[in-house]
């Protein structure tokens, strides 16, 4: 069956360090969002991808970048963690019809971050 | 910009009763609407979608949702509520007006149900 996974599920890392959380589909999906879920604030969306080689900064994209080199993987890499950056981070896809992003969005498990 | 609401933080309903979850939408286009649920510690799943037609849409786990244009509302609700229909709730909208935008979320409603 086709899936979407992250990793690490969960990850402490101490402030200023790069931090590199992985997700990969194999739904064949073009399209792949990351989102940060925060007490309060819901779901706000980080960077998502439309394709590979596009990229797109969301809501809350300060101090986070991803690349997508291909349709599978979109990692999301902090380059120096700060405290406010601990989260639970998730990653979604979806696909397009007749190019229109349906909007549907699968889910991965989630990745837990604290930063000390 | 669009934006949804969910202006409950928290729901409580005895096992049985019906449950509303409260969403409302702002879009400068139409809509496409949709309602996910999380479980603890487990990603989003997709519960349903309004696009377009019927104003009533039904989805998975025996839950309905009800778009309203006149009142930009889009509550989700379920006849008869089962202590494990106990999670997180989201609403979240796309603005058909401005292009391939991504879903924007609500802040999410806690559905608490009591046996």
């Known amino acids: 069956d086709a899936e979407i996974t992250q990793s690490p599920r969960h990850k402490i890392t101490e402030t200023g360090r790069q931090v590199t959380l992985a997700c990969h589909q194999t739904w064949n999906h073009n399209n792949m969002f990351w989102y940060r879920q925060d007490l309060g604030h819901g779901l706000r969306l980080i960077h998502y991808?439309?394709?590979?080689?596009?990229?797109n900064k969301g809501e809350v994209s300060d101090g986070y970048s991803v690349s997508r080199s291909n349709t599978e993987d979109l990692p999301l890499t902090l380059e120096s963690a700060a405290s406010s950056q601990t989260s639970v981070y998730f990653c979604a896809s979806s696909e397009s019809v007749a190019g229109v992003v349906t909007g549907e969005l699968f889910f991965g498990e989630g990745s837990r971050l604290t930063v000390l | 910009a669009q934006s949804v609401a969910q202006p409950e933080d928290q729901v409580n309903v005895a096992e049985g009763n019906p449950l509303t979850v409260k969403c409302t939408y702002s879009v400068s286009g139409n809509p496409y609407l949709f309602w996910y649920v999380q479980y603890p510690n487990r990603g989003l799943q997709f519960l349903l979608k309004y696009i377009t037609g019927d104003n009533l849409v039904k989805g998975s786990y025996g839950f309905e949702a009800e778009f309203n244009k006149s009142q930009t509302s889009f509550h989700l609700k379920k006849p008869s509520a089962l202590v494990s229909d106990s999670a997180l709730y989201f609403c979240?909208?796309?603005?058909?007006?401005?292009?391939?935008?991504?879903?924007?979320f609500g802040k999410g409603t806690r559905l608490s149900v009591i046996a």
């Open positions: 991808s439309y394709g590979v080689q596009d990229t």
């Open positions: 979240a909208v796309r603005d058909m007006a401005v292009g391939n935008t991504p879903l924007v």
